[in-house]
């Protein structure tokens, strides 16, 4: 895998400086390999990649089973490699092997389930015909709705589901024809690389999707800002999300957001605190970098040390180190010092 090139207009590109950055292993800090770092020019490059395969090529205008039979190819070279993208997962992102169902497994079926909506979709949808007042008198108004794709995709995935968040964002969009760049998180540019080898590999017209990968918040504002981008897709947090939806308001780009958020376990005081409260330490799985991880604990005053008994004997059973030297690791590392050190103070 060549991890110094990323996908632009169907090529394997260097970033336009020649640049890289190094993307460690957050359980060992050893070096994983190394990512372009691009320029807004090569994202601008990117895009424009994008525009011309949607306004002059094909694939906005291809049939539902030539969209299926791609999402269906790349489903197949991610099960056939899907060994080699657990550990890549183990590696770059710290994902521990009791997140594989949903870091591995699921993306392939994501990917198989659009291929089967495609075929089905209601595309064209003739509407019932229905009675209004007319100027010349009651009369029956029928319509059409029309369902088409949207045009260019702005898509930004986060670092800690890396292979499902880009996964949900690449099959519907792959599925209504859209073309699409992915800027991936600085954090988790190898498995997003990876992802792209698989799509290359999906025999899709050039620039119908591309990768461009960087530590700069340039590239990413040249992105959501270019005019030439119709819907921006992005997971990750409140303070980003609101510079995408400024950033994207020149021209009423469509924009969806999945904002980072944590949950409470709030118990109430006549639960059944054996089978319930120890299992708050389920917070620990992934190092708890997942948007639903129960970060809190709400407990009566009447039962809180109880409840502080057993949360703090289940959290001392939980197994934590190294994901790639131990399978049993239910608590793996923080993707980077940077967090580290933000949750340390």
Known sequence: MATDRMLIDGDWVSASNGATYAVPNPATEELVGRAPDATADDMRRAIGAARRAFDDGPWSRSSRDDRARALLRIADAMERRKEEMRQLLIAEAGATWVTHPM????????????????????????????????????????????????????????????????????GPALATGCTMVFKPSPWGPLINLFIAELVAEADLPPGVVNFV?????????????????????????????????????????????????????????????????????????????????????????????????????????????????????????????????????
């Open 103 to 170: 870091q591995v497994d699921s993306p392939i079926e994501h990917l198989r389930h659009w291929a089967d909506i495609v075929r089905s979709y209601d595309f064209e949808e003739m509407l019932p015909a229905r009675a209004s007042q007319g100027p010349l008198g009651p009369q029956m108004n029928c319509g059409v709705v029309y369902r088409q794709p949207v045009g260019v995709c702005a898509m930004i995935p986060t670092w800690n589901f890396p292979v499902y968040v880009t996964v949900q964002k690449l």
């Open 213 to 345: 990968t960087g530590q700069g918040n340039d590239i990413a504002e040249a992105l959501v800002s270019d005019p030439r981008v119709d819907k921006v897709s992005f997971t990750g947090s409140v303070a980003t999300g609101r510079k995408i939806i400024q950033a994207s308001a020149s021209n009423l780009k469509r924009v969806f957001l999945e904002l980072g958020g944590k949950s409470a376990m709030i118990v109430c005081d006549d639960a059944d605190f054996a089978s319930i409260v120890p299992g708050g330490a389920m917070v620990c799985v992934h190092a708890g970098q997942g948007c639903a991880m129960q970060t809190r604990m709400l407990l009566p005053r009447s039962r809180y040390d109880e409840g502080v008994a057993m949360i703090t004997e289940a959290m001392a059973g939980v197994p934590y180190g190294d994901p790639g030297t131990d399978d049993g690791v239910l608590m793996g590392p923080v993707i980077s010092a940077r967090q580290r050190d933000r949750i340390l103070g």
